[in-house]
T-cell receptor
Framework: DAKTTQPTSMDCAEGRAANLPCNHSTISGNEYVYWYRQIHSQGPQYIIHGLKNNETNEMASLIITEDRKSSTLILPHATLRDTAVYYCIASAKTSYDKVIFGPGTSLSVIP | DTGVSQNPRHKITKRGQNVTFRCDPISEHNRLYWYRQTLGQGPEFLTYFQNEAQLEKSRLLSDRFSAERPKGSFSTLEIQRTEQGDSAMYLC???????????FGEGSRLTVL
């Protein structure tokens, strides 16, 4: 798996967009970018993933740079319930690829 | 509930005892993962299965740890002769064939006294 780097922590005002960056400069051509989040005392929750194109679902948007060396997860209107640790992972979909988590970004949404 | 189920949710044991955790994945998922998480850290990969085959084990998985998935459905993680350093949250996740996203259970929290 490619190594990813994320800021340790971020703050965001409630109702504003939260933009969480991730660097994955050594990502391979067959590796996708996945985002998960973990609310305190719960298991991680899948958010979104993408390969090259930007993606959007009901939870978030994922913007991947053209060179695929970095990406940004966007929570368009952050709420207090979005306070969590967010993990960015680069991983292939092959059966023999394990998924490795880093320390993630601790996002605090502030009232 | 058709999500990933883990039991027990909490286990307190004395040092030296054996413990076993069970994970029931989403029924059609053929891949199953075990992770360990300590406070303030991201989940650490332990091992994973493709159906009943254990494909990889982390160096974190000492000889005291063993995982099985005998029929390619549920999995068990056993820790023998527990040590205080084994205290952690043990997370199980599953994913489907050709899919990369993992679906996690709520975890089994182990406290070794």
């Amino acid at each position: 798996d490619a190594k990813t780097t994320q800021p340790t922590s971020m703050d965001c005002a409630e109702g504003r967009a939260a933009n969480l960056p991730c660097n994955h400069s050594t990502i391979s051509g067959n590796e996708y970018v996945y985002w998960y989040r973990q609310i305190h005392s719960q298991g991680p929750q899948y958010i979104i993933h993408g390969l090259k194109n930007n993606e959007t679902n009901e939870m978030a948007s994922l913007i991947i740079t053209e060179d695929r060396k970095s990406s940004t997860l966007i929570l368009p209107h952050a709420t207090l319930r979005d306070t969590a640790v967010y993990y960015c992972i680069a991983s292939a979909k092959t059966s023999y690829d394990k998924v490795i988590f880093g320390p993630g970004t601790s996002l605090s949404v502030i009232p | 509930d058709t999500g990933v189920s883990q039991n027990p949710r909490h286990k307190i044991t004395k040092r030296g005892q054996n413990v076993t955790f069970r994970c029931d994945p989403i029924s059609e998922h053929n891949r199953l993962y075990w992770y360990r998480q300590t406070l303030g850290q991201g989940p650490e990969f332990l091992t994973y299965f493709q159906n009943e085959a254990q494909l990889e084990k982390s160096r974190l998985l000492s000889d005291r740890f063993s995982a099985e998935r005998p029929k390619g459905s549920f999995s068990t993680l056993e820790i023998q002769r527990t040590e205080q350093g084994d205290s952690a949250m043990y997370l199980c996740a599953s994913s489907g064939q050709g899919a990369g996203e993992l679906f996690f259970g709520e975890g089994s929290r182990l406290t070794v006294l």
